[in-house]
């Protein structure tokens, strides 16, 4: 070939890397492996937040480090509109993730409150949004209602609505939405985390929705993504635009928490929003 | 008249049409040739709009003469007035919004504008809303549930608008919070996709207990063009993405998402708008006639239930 296409600018890699070491993407410290994952993936030098899997947060979160019961676990992605590449796609991501798809639900106890939780995963086609995942979250709204608990969503849904689903995936959008509503129909707290990144049709429903709206510090959060923004305006984006104190200072966020403090901040939260031990 | 590539052939014989028209005279032969070519015309127009492909489907959508929210507004309805603003930040011009009749029905009104001089497509910004344009949507929503008029919706938008001033203001939460309202204000919603339904920005205002869309209308969750250049790293892939994405009207009929399709005349809304507006209007008509005396919780559930549906899992 004549002409060799200009590589697309990626953001810096936040996933960790194979390998003993992990040299920190922020601050440049090799990091022991060990010692950076037994930290929740949080670079202790520079308090730089790698992006972190299901299984991350579940440890990170939940007192017994997993569900007592999972939440429509058995559901799989369709592929309705014959997409190119979805199935092998699709195939691929579960091999690599060990998961069934970008999102998992389940109830755990955090504190020793019970809780209904919401996880995504971006490693499984950017955490994004079809509707397995709507359906997903949409019953553990259900669950939530039915045994009077509340529900926590983590999110880390860079691709937003799944383009591979089509209109179905946008679809989801309202199907959350409605989720939340029967949460708010009978005043149990929904708390929304977003983590990095939170972008399109998941930020645009269910995540910007919480009760309380908690991110953890440096995640991209938006609408548009920041390329598509950069070729609209023909502009360079100023730093830190969309990320967690951008966010918090335009008003649209209640709380930007490091993830270490992070389930702390929730009991207290749930604690105030009049969650007590053994409600179900 | 704008003409789209595939519709050059059309072109040529109209061209050949008025040419032979400004020469003819009393000559009878001449006028004999023009019928026929006239016919020609007619059968030209419909292999080619009976045949479209969804990347064609999806340029007449967009069509610079298509027929936008404002031209039906003035065409459809009756005594429109316009309601301003987001009592926030300002007015967008990308949403226009108020009260209308239409027939015997008295309805509000949320549409999505494009423009069609330059100096109004940029005053309309081509229809791509900010978060005010949302949040005015919501006011007046929520102006309908409280006085028990039905909501009208007329759905044209490339997309929400990705711009800085966007985000700071908060575009995903606008979205978000018109999606919560409509779903739960307790009066009936109609929504019409009258050309093209572009993601997010078109969902805000498109949570309906019908959702409608005319013959020539797209609905998708991406462009055509940005699908393109995300799954092939190349737009100029967008006709491959059209036909991926399937998102004409007939699309989605077919996966049960959209209730009709509203027929357009032979050659796209934009050849004859009158009739596009007729059209309209009689299935506009029809749809609120079924919620006449409507019972507040009953449509309420119904929507619910109608985007509980949306979607497909193998359990």
Redesign the interface.
């Known amino acids: 070939m004549l002409f060799k ?1 200009k590589k ?1 600018l990626e953001p810096p890699k936040r996933e960790i890397p194979e390998g003993l070491f992990v040299k920190c993407t922020n601050c440049g410290e090799m990091l022991y492996k060990a010692v950076l994952e037994k930290n929740f993936l949080v670079c202790p030098k520079c308090n730089y937040h790698f992006r972190a899997n299901v299984e991350v947060y579940k440890a990170l979160l939940l007192d017994d480090g997993g569900f007592s019961e999972t939440i429509a676990s ?5 592929d ?2 014959d ?3 979805y199935k092998a796609k699709l195939k691929q991501a579960q091999a690599s993730t060990g998961l069934r798809e970008a999102a998992i639900a389940g109830v755990g106890t955090i504190g020793g409150l019970e809780v209904v939780l919401f996880l995504t995963d971006f490693r499984f086609l950017g955490g994004s949004m079809g ?2 995942y ?2 997903i979250f ?1 019953r553990a709204c259900e669950t939530a209602r039915d045994r009077n608990l509340p529900l926590i969503s983590v999110t880390s849904s860079g691709g ?4 591979h ?11 959350t ?2 989720g ?2 029967i949460l708010n129909e009978r005043g149990l707290p929904f708390i929304s985390v977003v983590c990095d990144p939170t ?3 998941v ?7 919480g009760d309380l709206n908690i991110a953890e510090p440096g995640a991209l ?5 920041p390329r ?2 950069e070729q ?2 023909k502009q360079t ?1 100023p730093p830190g ?2 990320r967690s104190e951008f966010l918090m200072q ?3 966020l209640d709380m930007v928490v490091p993830r270490r403090e992070m389930k702390d901040t929730l009991i207290k939260l749930l604690d105030y929003l009049g969650v007590k031990h053994g409600r179900s | 008249m704008f003409y789209l590539e595939f519709e050059r052939p059309i072109l040529e014989i109209e061209k050949e049409i008025a040419e032979l028209k400004r020469i003819a005279k009393d000559n009878l032969e001449v006028w004999g040739e023009i019928r026929e070519l006239e016919e020609r015309a007619v059968k030209l127009r419909e292999k080619i709009y009976l045949n479209l492909n969804r990347y064609q489907k999806v340029q007449i959508a967009r069509h610079p003469d298509r027929p936008h929210t404002m031209d039906y507004i003035s065409s459809v309805f009756s005594d429109f007035v316009e309601i301003h603003g987001d009592r926030s930040f300002g007015d967008d011009p990308s949403i226009v919004c108020g009260f209308a009749t239409v027939e015997s029905y008295k309805i509000v009104f949320v549409g999505e504008e494009k423009g069609r001089s330059t100096q109004d497509k940029i005053f309309r910004n081509f229809g791509m809303p900010h978060p005010e344009g949302y949040r005015k949507a919501i006011r007046v929503i929520k102006l309908a549930d409280k006085f028990g008029l039905p909501v009208v919706t007329f759905v044209d938008t490339p997309g ?5 001033g ?8 606008a ?3 018109s ?2 309202t409509m ?2 204000i307790a009066v009936p919603v109609i929504v019409v996709i009258i050309g093209e339904g572009g ?2 920005g078109a ?2 205002i498109a ?1 309906g207990n019908r959702i409608i869309a005319m013959e020539h209308a797209i ?4 462009s055509p063009e ?2 393109a250049s ?2 092939w ?1 190349d737009s100029t892939r967008s006709k ?1 993405a059209a036909e ?4 004409t009207a007939q ?2 009929f077919e ?1 049960g ?1 959209i209730d009709e399709i509203i027929p357009e005349p032979l050659g796209g809304a934009h050849r004859a708008p009158d009739v596009a507006s007729r059209y309209l209007k009689e299935y506009l008509v029809k749809n609120l006639r079924l919620y006449e005396n409507f019972d507040r919780k009953k449509v309420k559930d119904e929507r ?1 239930s109608k ?2 549906k ?6």
């Open positions: 296409k697309e058995q559901l799989e992605s369709d309705p509109l997409f190119p590449e509707s397995v709507g359906e949409f937003g609505a799944r383009m689903e089509g209109i179905f995936s946008l679809m989801q959008m309202v199907k939405t409605m939340v509503e972008m399109g049709g930020m645009a429903s269910f995540a910007s929705l959060l938006g609408f548009a993504g598509v923004i609209t305006i984006l635009f969309q335009k008003g649209f | 929400a608008y990705p711009g800085i966007a985000e700071e203001r908060g575009q995903a939460q979205i978000a919070e999606i919560k779903l739960q993601s997010g969902l805000a949570v609905y998708s969750v991406i940005g699908c995300i799954l790293r491959d991926a994405l399937k998102l699309d989605l996966f998402i619910h985007f509980r949306f979607g497909v899992v193998i359990e």
